[in-house]
């Protein structure tokens, strides 16, 4: 499986932007890059996904690196509801395209 | 609908019991996954079923057995459980089995073994 390595933590003040980075420097050409959250007490929610373009949704926006060895979870405006763990996932073949869940990012957002 | 339900929400079970765990989802998905979460750890996968059929099985202990009676439900059967089988066991569903697709997550059982 292609691994993905992400910092243990990173804090934000509330309404600044935040840069959640993601190596993953074996990942194959057709393997999606997936970003999930969870908040205390509750299931993993989708955050966003891509292959190979920039995408951006309501929530947030994925910027991938030209080799795509890495990429970046952008939060434009932190809230303190943003507080989670962000998980950067390559979901594999070999897995049934399942999400095998690395240690994940803890975001810590204060007032 | 956009849901993925779990039922219950919590259970207490000694270890002779035999209790099961409910899954739905009601958006025509035809991949369903079981995951274990132990607190302050990410999830585990445990099992992947593609068209109601079993595709993976992550070394899973017997005393637990999956079941997909349907392409919207999924149950976990529990037998004989140990206490260090407490834990959330979360439930998720993607439209199909394929990189591409997001999944959807249920809230999760919490569940102690006594």
């Known amino acids: 499986d292609a691994k993905t390595t992400q910092p243990n933590s990173m804090e934000s003040n509330e309404e600044e932007p935040v840069h959640l980075p993601c190596n993953h420097s074996t990942i194959s050409g057709t393997d999606y890059i997936h970003w999930y959250r969870q908040l205390p007490s509750q299931g993993p929610e989708y955050v966003i996904h891509g292959l190979t373009s920039n995408v951006n949704n309501r929530m947030a926006s994925l910027a991938i690196a030209e080799d795509r060895k890495s990429s970046t979870l952008i939060l434009h405006r932190a809230t303190l509801r943003d507080a989670a763990v962000y998980y950067c996932?390559?979901?594999?073949?070999?897995?049934?395209?399942?999400?095998?869940f690395g240690k994940g990012t803890s975001l810590l957002v204060t007032p | 609908d956009t849901e993925v339900t779990q039922t219950p929400k919590h259970l207490v079970m000694g270890m002779t019991n035999k209790k099961s765990l409910k899954c739905e989802q009601h958006?025509?998905?035809?991949?369903m996954y079981w995951y274990k979460q132990k607190a302050k750890k990410p999830p585990e996968l445990m099992f992947v079923?593609?068209?109601?059929?079993?595709?993976i099985n992550e070394s899973v202990p017997s005393r637990f057995s999956p079941e997909c009676p349907n392409s919207s439900l999924l149950n976990l059967h529990l037998h004989a459980l140990q206490p260090e089988d407490s834990a959330l066991y979360l439930c998720?569903?993607?439209?199909?089995?394929?990189?591409?697709?997001?999944?959807?997550f249920g809230s999760g059982t919490q569940l102690s073994v006594l």
């Open positions: 079923y593609s068209y109601e059929k079993l595709s």
């Open positions: 998720a569903s993607s439209r199909l089995r394929v990189g591409a697709e997001k999944l959807f």
């Open positions: 996932i390559l979901p594999k073949s070999n897995s049934g395209y399942a999400l095998n």
């Open positions: 958006m025509g998905h035809r991949a």
